[in-house]
């Protein structure tokens, strides 16, 4: 079946640190791939997403990389802030040619970073 | 423009009660999916509906949990009777589906942070 794999946290950063979340897929055809984020007390919010191989999705100073040959798309930032504490999903969707817009998501990477 | 808005935010309740809780998704979409999300599962996606209509119920966790949107303006979870393991944070989002091969953003409520003792 389609899965999501993301590394576990929680990852403690200080701030203006590198940061790098990974997430694999597991998928029965070409599924378009998400991060969402969810800040302290709140609901999921799209971050950046990425639709075929190769396309790079990119938002708020995040990237992450559709990459087909590996099954992967790691989320980097090259500074980050304490404002960017918060749990970040990896979710993929297929479309069927019907477009339902079914996530599934990754169990969530809590990002902690400090002054 | 007013996001996916959830009622109650809290609900405190007593194993054995019906709980329901309530969604008013953005207005124009024509999707709703309801989401529960805990320490131990993550987040799982419940049901979703497109059109009003229930398109994929395989994630309701059992007999006890049932969903209904009456109209394009608002969805319902209950619960019935509740237990202490229900309690998690459910969250409803709505979004915009057409016919065409393409994913379109989900737009997520605050969620309802359901407590059974």
């Known amino acids: 079946g389609n899965s999501v794999t993301q590394m576990e946290g929680p990852v403690t950063l200080s701030e203006e640190a590198f940061l790098t979340i990974n997430c694999t897929y597991t998928a029965t055809g070409y599924p378009s791939l998400f991060w969402y984020v969810q800040y302290p007390g709140e609901g999921l919010q799209l971050l950046l997403k990425a639709t075929k191989a190769d396309d790079k999705g990119s938002n708020k100073g995040f990237e992450a990389t559709y990459r087909k040959e590996t099954t992967s798309f790691h989320l980097e930032k090259g500074s980050v802030q304490v404002s960017d504490s918060a749990v970040y999903f990896c979710a993929l969707s297929m479309n069927y040619g019907g477009a339902t817009n079914k996530l599934i998501f990754g169990t969530g990477t809590l990002l902690a970073v400090q002054p | 423009d007013a996001g996916v808005i959830q009622s109650p935010r809290h609900e405190v309740t007593e194993m054995g009660q019906e709980v329901t809780l309530r969604c008013k998704p953005i207005s124009g979409h024509n999707s709703l999916f309801w989401y529960r999300q805990t320490m131990m599962r993550g987040l799982e996606l419940l049901i979703y509906?497109?059109?009003?209509?229930?398109?994929?119920d395989s994630g309701m966790p059992e007999d006890r949990f049932s969903a209904k949107m009456p109209n394009a303006s608002f969805s319902t979870l209950k619960i019935q009777p509740s237990e202490p393991r229900d309690s998690a944070v459910y969250f409803c989002?709505?979004?915009?589906?057409?016919?065409?091969?393409?994913?379109?953003?989900?737009?997520f409520g605050p969620g309802t942070r359901l407590t059974v003792l």
């Open positions: 989002a709505s979004s915009w589906t057409s016919g065409k091969s393409s994913y379109n953003e989900q737009f």
């Open positions: 509906f497109n059109n009003n209509v229930p398109i994929d």
